[in-house]
T-cell receptor, first 115, second 113 residues
Framework: KAGVTQTPRYLIKTRGQQVTLSCSPISGHRSVSWYQQTPGQGLQFLFE???????NKGNFPGRFSGRQFSNSRSEMNVSTLELGDSALYLC??????????????FGPGTRLTVL | KQEVTQIPAALSVPEGENLVLNCSFT??????LQWFRQDPGKGLTSLLLIQSSQREQTSGRLNASLDKSSGRSTLYIAASQPGDSATYLC????????????WGAGTKLIIKP
């Protein structure tokens, strides 16, 4: 069974631009969560989607948004990029509605660099 | 506000040693606690999940314990190998926040051959 895939793996953008990251969960998984990882702040929860609905949201500004499609694939979008948005963005999928109850499987991440 | 702390931030030991990684949390009202491993530049791999009603979980050379009353969890690695070198993170899920995961900063482990 294929694991969680994320595209692209690496991305370089400039301030003010916007970016869209994609995540394909493990087949059969309906929950997708997104995290931002930086050396200074560590892992921070962005949002979680289940059956195309956002179930949980972390403390990030409205520039960060996401969505989930009927096939459970998910995208996250960051508009008006800032230098501080440079990070590793991780996606995780799980079977159930609550990712904390069900084991999460992580993708390799997308490394975003904002210049 | 729940805070998760992992001490030490880094650890270097010779191959073959048994070692313990620590994770502490400030609020005992957790749903479960998970340990993950992260290799450089890679995603996270789930190692062990302990439900709040459990005291420990074992997988191969790994054993994780949970003491909710004292707000502590330990990850015990037996007979360490160079391939165990990675960053180990713990995360707790909160009962009061839709089971959102709160993460520790991790312990970077280096096993010297």
């Amino acid at each position: 069974k294929a694991g969680v895939t994320q595209t692209p793996r690496y991305l370089i953008k400039t301030r003010g631009q916007q970016v869209t990251l994609s995540c394909s969960p493990i087949s059969g998984h309906r929950s997708v969560s997104w995290y931002q990882q930086t050396p200074g702040q560590g892992l921070q929860f962005l949002f979680e989607y289940f059956s195309e609905t956002q179930r949980n949201k972390g403390n990030f500004p409205g520039r960060f948004s996401g969505r989930q499609f009927s096939n459970s694939r998910s995208e996250m979008n960051v508009s008006t990029l800032e230098l501080g948005d440079s990070a590793l963005y991780l996606c995780a999928s799980s079977l159930g509605q609550s990712p904390s109850y069900n084991e999460q499987f992580f993708g390799p991440g997308t490394r975003l660099t904002v210049l | 506000k729940q805070e998760v702390t992992q001490i030490p931030a880094a650890l270097s030991v010779p191959e073959g040693e048994n070692l313990v990684l620590n994770c502490s949390f400030t609020d005992s009202a957790i749903y479960n606690l998970q340990w993950f491993r992260q290799d450089p530049g890679k995603g996270l791999t789930s190692l062990l999940l302990i439900q709040s009603s459990q005291r420990e979980q074992t997988s191969g050379r790994l054993n994780a314990s949970l003491d909710k009353s004292s707000g502590r969890s330990t990850l015990y690695i037996a007979a360490s190998q160079p391939g165990d070198s990675a960053t180990y993170l713990c995360a707790v899920s909160l009962m009061d926040s839709n089971y959102q995961l709160i993460w520790g900063a991790g312990t970077k482990l280096i096993i010297k051959p």
